[in-house]
């Protein structure tokens, strides 16, 4: 490569700390007319950008950054996943493999047929710039595009992109793009009507949808004439909803990621007030009716039940290695399974015989425990408890309730749907400890005024699902909606 695009980025030594993802590719691998296109109305765009800069235009921005990440990721970082025509360079890419290994604050990198893709986090001794053209000179035999995309990325993006290579190091699919071949994503919408009436839709008002799923919310909120930030940590649900909601994409924004960093996620695209948020937390029916998922008891499948499916742990790694007492734990605290220790010791002695790899086998193996009673699977609370770890869904939940009010605006929404008890429970605590004006204590001689005091309840009690709700998804039937306003 001789030489680096720099418009967007200071070529002097970078801050320390700053995370640069950068995507490099053969020249050739895209077609001339395509690369040429991308690079006229990237300059195009940095330049508005420059503008909306200089005015201190700061949504004019951020909503610039986002149609350029947009426009990068169709036009040169989707067509390279699935570029093929160069793969002989595989071995060669391996050599620049082994340069980035040598890099202090590499966080991960990518290889494909043609391109790499690389995390690192500048130490401050060298810029990016000067990294760039070392690796390229490391691999002379690659003649490298002279434009590479290169991309500062927020603490959590880079967590999240860090992440996601844990297990797609080497491995050129990104499922998010892959349209044709993805199964249908069927979801009921729960509550479709009441969450969103709760956020008030209209236009001009920006609202987060942080369980994005196949978009059944989102969609109504969007022909309602909002704005929609919409984030799912699965790429099969964003995926449905980008398909689903294409005629909205002027006001629709889609963000991969988890709802536990929303406000970074959000902050790090310009967004920092919004009008409401709504999260209809759990599971989305393909996740569960996918035998390949791994989720559902009923169906042969890998031992999965990642809803990210890029995240370290999966069910057959907590099964297979955590102690007796953690998956004792789990099933007792997450499923409220009374046998959770009978369950755990029969799993700790099955999987001394061998690894219990699909979903069929646990089920198995937990019906031998636990007899029959009734309509319910024995296994239908331990599947539960399992998933609950394997997503870490109560620490997302905390995580999300203790920074939801942070992007609201004075007057916005937060609307939470829950389907067990467990989530409900966490929900009614945490927005009773932000509604009441004061609290008190029997050691105390008169209540106090509370000083996390910040929004007023909407919903006394939780709304349910109405009868027509329930006669047309019976899923719908542990549904509970919960709203706060900020004051
Ligand atoms: C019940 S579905 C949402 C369905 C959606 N409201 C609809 O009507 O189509 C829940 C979605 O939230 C996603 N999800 C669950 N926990 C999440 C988390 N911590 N961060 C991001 N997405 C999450 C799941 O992947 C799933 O797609």
Redesign the pocket.
């Known amino acids: 490569m001789s030489s680096v695009a720099t418009e967007s980025r200071a070529t002097a030594a970078t801050p320390a700390g700053t995370c640069y993802k950068v995507l490099m590719w053969e020249e050739g691998a895209l077609p001339p007319g395509q690369l040429e296109a991308w690079q006229k109305a990237r300059r195009e765009l940095l330049a508005r950008m420059r503008d909306a800069g200089i005015k201190g235009a700061r949504g004019t921005l951020a909503r610039l950054g986002e149609e350029l990440r947009e426009l990068s990721q169709q036009a040169v970082a989707a067509p390279l996943d699935t570029c093929v025509q160069a793969s002989l360079s595989l071995t060669r890419v391996g050599a620049l493999a082994a340069e980035l290994l040598r890099v202090e604050g590499l966080l991960a990198y990518r290889l494909t047929p043609c391109s790499a893709t690389v995390l690192v986090e500048l130490t401050g001794e060298e810029s990016i710039d000067s990294l760039i053209t070392r690796w390229s000179s490391a691999t002379p035999e690659l003649q490298w595009c002279s434009t590479p995309l290169v991309e500062a990325l927020s603490a959590a993006e880079a967590a999240e992109w860090q992440e996601s290579c844990r297990t797609t190091a080497g491995d050129s699919t990104d499922t998010d793009d892959d349209e044709e071949n993805a199964p249908e994503f069927r979801?009921?919408?729960?509550l479709?009507a009441e969450a969103v009436a709760a956020l008030q839709p209209a236009e001009g008002r920006v609202l987060v949808?942080?369980?994005?799923?196949?978009?059944?919310?989102?969609?109504l909120m969007l022909e309602e004439g909002a704005t929609v930030w919409g984030?799912?940590?699965?790429p099969?649900?964003r995926r449905a909803?980008r398909k689903r909601l294409a005629a909205y994409a002027d006001r629709l924004h889609i963000v991969a990621?988890?709802?536990?960093n929303a406000a970074e996620l959000l902050t790090a695209r310009g967004v920092t007030q919004v009008d409401g948020l709504?999260?209809?937390?759990?599971?989305?029916s393909p996740?569960v009716d996918q035998a390949e998922r791994g989720f559902s008891f009923l169906a042969e499948g890998p031992l999965d039940m990642r809803?990210?499916p890029a995240a370290p742990r999966s069910a057959a790694d907590i099964v297979n290695s955590a102690a007796e007492s953690e998956l004792a734990d789990i099933l007792w605290q997450y499923g409220e399974e009374r046998a959770s220790r009978a369950i755990a010791r029969r799993i700790v002695q099955e999987r001394a015989k061998a690894p219990i790899t699909t979903t069929t086998q646990l089920a198995g193996i937990i019906a031998g425990v636990l007899p029959r009673k009734g309509k319910q699977h024995p296994a239908t609370r331990s599947f539960q408890a399992l998933r609950i770890a394997v997503?870490?869904?109560l620490g997302?939940?905390e995580a999300?309730l203790e920074t939801g009010l942070s992007l609201l605006k004075s007057g916005g929404r937060f609307a939470i749907?829950t389907?067990h008890s467990l989530e409900d429970r966490a929900v009614k605590r945490y927005f009773d400890r932000v509604t009441r004006q004061e609290i008190d204590r029997p050691e105390w001689p008169a209540p106090r005024p509370n000083p996390e005091y910040a929004a007023r309840l909407i919903t006394r009690k939780p709304i349910v699902a109405s009868e027509a709700e329930l006669a047309a998804n019976p899923r719908a039937r542990s549904a509970k909606l919960r709203v706060i306003e900020k004051l």
């Open positions: 979801h009921v919408t729960v479709r949808d942080a369980t994005l799923g196949g978009g059944g919310h989102s969609e984030i799912d940590q699965d099969a649900a909803a990621g988890n709802f536990r709504l999260a209809d937390i759990g599971i989305s996740q809803m990210n997503n870490d869904e997302a939940l999300l749907i389907f």
